[in-house]
């Protein structure tokens, strides 16, 4: 059961995605979601950069990379809507981050499989 208290909040939080996402300056959802971002992307970053220094590990190096591409994006988009840079060379560079990005996370997925058949083959584990 929906009350209307519960509507009020939904038709807010829609409002608040909405505000963000078609850039409305000076809204208060974008101006709080914006540094969240930038904030949240940059903790996860120096996440993975602590995790990469402890494993020492070629998928780790990878991951890490990705998500640096991720946080240039963000940093793209913020440098985009702030107009200094065109919005047309942010699309295009924001296509070649994610492509970069999906790539890293690829080659990541591939040293994790490389390092389990070497680990299987030295145990003497085969594959069917």
């Given amino acids: ?3 209307a208290c519960g509507t009020e ?3 807010a939080l829609l409002s608040a995605v909405v ?5 409305v300056a ?19 970053l120096g996440a993975a950069v602590t995790v990469l220094i402890r494993r ?12 640096a591409g991720f946080a240039g994006g963000v940093l793209l988009d ?8 065109p919005m047309g060379a942010a699309h295009d560079a924001m296509v070649v981050v994610d492509a970069t990005t999906v790539v890293l996370l690829l080659a990541a997925v591939q040293a994790v499989a490389r390092q389990g058949e070497a680990a299987g083959a030295d145990e003497g584990v085969g594959h069917d």
């Fill in 1 to 3: 059961m929906v009350t």
């Fill in 9 to 11: 909040a939904t038709v």
């Fill in 19 to 23: 505000f963000v996402g078609s850039g």
């Fill in 26 to 44: 000076g809204s208060v959802p974008a101006v709080v979601a914006m540094p969240v971002a930038v904030l949240g992307t940059l903790l996860l």
């Fill in 56 to 67: 020492r590990s070629l998928a780790y190096l990878f991951v890490v990379l990705a998500l």
């Fill in 78 to 85: 913020r440098l985009a809507a702030a107009g200094a840079i």
